[in-house]
């Protein structure tokens, strides 16, 4: 939560490093970087231009 990793909010995936681990994201207009497998504990939603899931 201190992240900001919480329900409903909007996050980005930015770029993978090299190797393909770690992942950046960007939430609530900072950039975060997770392991692989800690970012597969999350449950995302992708949503269109209009606010609806897809």
Same mark, same amino acid.
């Given at each position: 939560? +201190? *992240?900001? *990793? +919480?329900? /409903?909010?909007?996050?980005? &995936? =930015?770029?993978?490093? =090299?190797?393909? %681990?770690? *992942?950046? &994201?960007?939430? &609530?207009? @900072?950039?975060?970087? *997770?392991?692989? %497998? /800690?970012?597969?504990? &999350?449950?995302? @939603? /992708?949503?269109?231009? %209009?606010?609806?899931?897809?």
């Amino acid at each position: 939560m +201190v *992240l900001g *990793l +919480v329900e /409903q909010a909007e996050i980005s &995936f =930015l770029r993978a490093s =090299l190797g393909g %681990d770690p *992942l950046e &994201f960007r939430i &609530f207009g @900072t950039s975060i970087s *997770l392991r692989r %497998d /800690q970012a597969r504990r &999350f449950s995302v @939603t /992708q949503i269109g231009n %209009d606010g609806e899931p897809r």
